[in-house]
């Protein structure tokens, strides 16, 4: 295998980008592969790849356990990931880091811990109308066992929240307000910011589902003074089956274990168990060293390019999508927020969302359709599902000719 091309710090080509990542090299139902679903998972750079095949090839043991000397490499690999992390969303400190599979786990673990030790009958989380389940069942859940209630931010037909809406629902029932940075299914880019200093005011904490933003530019936890980000690795061009859930300190130290076992414990004795401190108290069981470790490569190799210069060469791919979109006759984007995250969502009229999908796999084309696990969204947009292009800083301006390529040619044979 030929080394990686890496970008170049400062300079940003979305052409020498793909170099880096071997599998967009490939063709797919004989067409060369346009991959467009990078909302599901993003694909890895040969760096990636490599520091896990590194990591099993020679360092492989358990973490933290024992006294030899590949399991202090592994440790050391491991915990190096964690503050790799931590710089990387501005965290105070490495210890509000916390290793989950990934964004789900990491709600749950928010739900399950935060939610049945501080909600009570009568207390209130609101999610928005732009959630993902994962946003949304876990609260479900906790609000079953505690009696609590979730409660829905209207979203405007353009598919932002509704701030007007948020202020008239912030009381003094309201404990937390849980948002994604930007949504799956619209690529809205939610005001975090904003939405925090409100719920703030009224005495909330406020939860961040960043799975669909640090991919997209520099996330500082700081900076959003939220109360916990939450993110997964496969979305930012790390490994699956890891992910993070940064909390507040304060909070975290609060917060009873989630899963109990081993890594978690200080003692364990049939009279009482004591737990071990941040971030170990949440970490019960072999963590995927692999993934974390695969995860800090991919924030590495974030590090190497231009970010800003990044977002601008996505944020260039949407506009040039909608100019062409405005093209097609019977093409209806869903949701029209101001800020969108190289996100498009659509529906060509007289063809079902999946027929589309399959018809655009057939010429390499790779998109997501359906509801994107956002149920609540597209029963208030009125619509069964999308089809949703998502972009990422590998694809290029070819790509979204090849998909309007696609596209035209869907219409003339279901047309
Ligand atoms: N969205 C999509 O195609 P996991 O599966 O735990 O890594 O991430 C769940 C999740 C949570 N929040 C948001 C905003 C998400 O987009 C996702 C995953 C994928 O849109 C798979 S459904």
């Known amino acids: ?136 069942v876990p609260w479900q859940l906790v609000a079953a066992a505690t009696g609590a209630e979730v409660v829905p931010i209207p979203v405007t037909d353009a598919g932002e929240i509704d701030l007007d809406a948020l202020d008239s629902l912030l009381d003094d029932r309201v404990k937390l307000v849980a948002v994604n940075h930007v949504s799956n299914a619209l690529g809205t880019v939610n005001p975090v910011n904003e939405i925090t200093r409100r719920a703030r005011e009224a005495g909330a904490l406020v939860l961040v589902d960043g799975a669909q933003s640090v991919a997209h530019w520099p996330v500082d936890v700081q900076a959003l003074d939220c109360d916990f980000f939450i993110f997964s690795g496969h979305k930012l061009f790390g490994p699956t089956g890891i992910g993070v859930l940064w909390g507040r300190e304060a909070l975290l130290e609060a917060m009873p274990p989630f899963l109990g076992g081993g890594e978690m414990i200080e003692t364990v004795s049939f ?110 947009l009125g619509v069964p599902g999308t089809v949703r292009a998502s972009y990422s800083i590998y694809n290029t301006q070819e790509d979204v000719q090849r998909l309007f390529e696609g596209i035209h040619k869907a219409r003339s044979l279901f047309g």
């Open 271 to 380: 009279t009482g168990t004591t737990f071990a401190g941040l971030p170990f108290k949440f970490e019960a069981g072999t963590p995927n060293i692999a993934g974390a470790i695969g995860l800090a490569a991919a924030i590495d190799y974030l590090g190497g390019l231009d970010r800003a210069a990044a977002a601008e060469h996505e944020t260039a791919l949407l506009r040039r999508t909608l100019e062409l979109a405005d093209e097609v006759p019977g093409l209806r984007r869903i949701g029209t927020p101001t800020h969108a995250a190289g996100i498009f969502s659509f529906l060509l009229e007289g063809t079902h969302p999946s027929d589309l999908g399959m018809l655009l796999d057939q010429q390499g084309i790779a998109v997501r359709t359906g509801h994107h696990c956002a149920q609540p969204l597209m029963d208030r």
């Open 1 to 136: 295998m030929t080394a990686p091309q890496q970008a170049v710090a400062g300079v940003f080509d979305a052409e020498l980008v793909r170099l880096d990542f071997p599998i967009l090299a490939q063709q797919v139902n004989g067409h060369p592969l346009v991959y467009l679903d990078n909302a599901a998972t993003t694909q890895k750079p040969e760096c990636v790849i490599e520091a896990i095949v590194d990591y099993y090839r020679h360092d492989n043991a358990n973490v933290h356990r024992g006294v030899h000397t590949l399991s202090d490499r592994a440790t050391l690999a491991f915990e190096a990931a964690r503050e790799c992390v931590a710089t990387f969303i501005n965290s105070p400190d490495p210890r509000q880091v916390i290793w989950t599979s990934g964004t789900t786990e990491a709600i749950n673990l928010v739900a399950n811990s935060w939610g049945r030790s501080s909600l009570h009958p009568g207390d209130r989380v609101l999610v928005s109308w732009l959630e993902h389940h994962s946003n949304i």
